[in-house]
């Protein structure tokens, strides 16, 4: 049973996850908004007031009898033969890197282009990178950093959008998967539960307790050939108790007692059941 300290440990942790991923999420709906104002600007508005300013000297020149030469437009300026840009034509702004500062002129959010392709990123006070969205030949990325700038969590989708993988990874930058999948750690970085495919194509659920070394203490398993296993561990990774459900429909049943020295095993096939088979390892 968990002490009231551990509970109020784990709240806090959740506590402390939440306002880190509202704080990236308000900065990236700001980076947005600025994007969208610089592109929404009024388009062209001093080449009215240059074409008539350069209309009525023409016509204090032609009064006084004297040829002035054309002048050179600014610029900005449109002449007579070009045209004027389309009705509700939103202003282009092109350039190879943005980069928002706060009041202080600190960097805190960068938009580039890279030799492999565009990258978005955001900074901390301390001008620590803490997010980065990009995309490359491979495909896109979305990663979250900690303090020591390695990532902490991580969402990878291809080019072709196969085998789509979301990782957590511990402070010291660990996988917590090596497969396709999804894998959950408590506030003391211990591994509480894994939902993964190995190889691409082999389903894993495993469940473990605080502390646990070796494997899950449950574990769900499905193999390509149809079987089915339901496994438990003890702490130390020792099997306890396992269902195993063949494609021939023939279900072993083991368990064994915590002090490793004695067994059961029961099988059961398709028509018929052999008797308890006990033994000593």
Same mark, same amino acid.
């Not at 990236?28 to 388009?43: D, E, H, N, R």
């Not at 054309?70 to 610029?75: D, F, G, L, T, Y």
């Not at 033969?81 to 092109?94: D, F, S, Y």
């Given at each position: ?79 007579? %033969?070009?045209? /004027?840009? *389309? ?7 092109? &350039? =190879? ?5 706060? +009041? $202080? ?42 303090? %020591?700038?390695? /990532?902490? *969590? ?7 959008? &196969? =085998? ?5 990874? +511990? $402070? ?110």
């Amino acid at each position: 049973m968990r002490t009231l300290e551990d509970r109020l440990q784990v709240l806090e942790c959740q506590f402390r996850r939440t306002k880190r991923i509202n704080r990236v999420l308000a900065t990236i709906l700001f980076v947005i908004a600025c994007l969208v104002g610089v592109q929404s600007t009024a388009p062209y508005a001093s080449g009215q007031k240059a074409a008539s300013g350069q209309k009525a000297a023409s016509g204090q020149s032609a009064d006084s009898g004297q040829k002035t030469p054309p002048s050179i437009p600014e610029a900005g300026q449109r002449t007579q %033969n070009q045209v /004027p840009p *389309a009705h509700g034509r939103l202003r282009t702004v092109e &350039a =190879d890197q943005f980069v928002l500062v706060d +009041s $202080s002129g600190r960097p805190r959010a960068t938009l580039v282009v890279n030799s492999d392709g565009p990258a978005l990123s955001m900074f901390d006070e301390k001008g620590q990178k803490k997010l980065e969205l990009s995309h490359t030949n491979d495909g896109s990325a979305l990663h979250l950093l900690d303090s %020591n700038k390695s /990532p902490v *969590a991580s969402l990878h989708v291809p080019l072709d959008g &196969a =085998d789509a993988r979301l990782e957590l990874r +511990s $402070s010291q930058g660990s996988s917590l998967t090596k497969s396709t999948g999804v894998s959950v750690k408590d506030c003391n970085e211990n591994q509480r539960l894994l939902l993964a495919l190995i190889n691409g194509n082999f389903p894993v659920l495993g469940i473990s307790q605080s502390g646990q070394t070796g494997p899950p203490s449950v574990e769900i398993t499905a193999s390509d050939d149809g079987s089915r296993h339901l496994k438990m561990h003890d702490e130390a990774g020792y099997p306890l108790f396992s269902v195993s459900a063949a494609k021939n429909a023939t279900t072993t049943l083991s368990m064994s007692h915590p002090d490793h020295e004695r067994s059961l095993q029961i099988s059961a096939g398709a028509k018929e059941m052999d008797g308890p088979v006990i033994w000593a390892p």
